[in-house]
């Protein structure tokens, strides 16, 4: 844990890296939608209360996880994960890779 999250963005972001928070947000971009491709950090909230404001306005970017049903939101864990997970697909896994995947081949 850091303490003072926003003031170490600013140092992440000074060594470029792409500061992504997770957040249930209006501005936030669906995670498929963009490039995990770059050097990143990612920022997870409070699973109460999201991020805090500071923080929130200090990240390059905001994505969420479209969810369905009455489920609105993940745990900070899951939703770190997940996240990562979509990451690693798009460094590591070509797309025959992961038709291949989907398919169970």
């Known amino acids: 844990m850091v303490a003072n999250i926003a003031q170490h963005i600013v140092l992440l972001q000074q060594h470029q890296l792409q500061v992504i928070g997770i957040e249930q947000d209006p501005r936030a971009i669906p995670v498929f939608q963009i490039d995990l ?4 950090a990612l920022v997870l909230g409070a699973e109460a209360t ?3 404001r500071l923080t ?3 990240c390059d970017r905001l994505v969420s996880l479209p969810m369905r049903g009455q489920i609105d939101s993940l745990n900070a864990a899951i939703a770190g994960s997940i996240v990562l997970y979509h990451a690693f697909q798009r460094r590591h896994l070509t797309a025959p890779v992961v ?5 169970g081949k």
């Open 37 to 40: 491709t770059q050097p990143l």
């Open 50 to 52: 999201g991020l805090a």
């Open 56 to 58: 929130r306005d200090r």
């Open 99 to 103: 038709d291949q995947i989907v398919e």
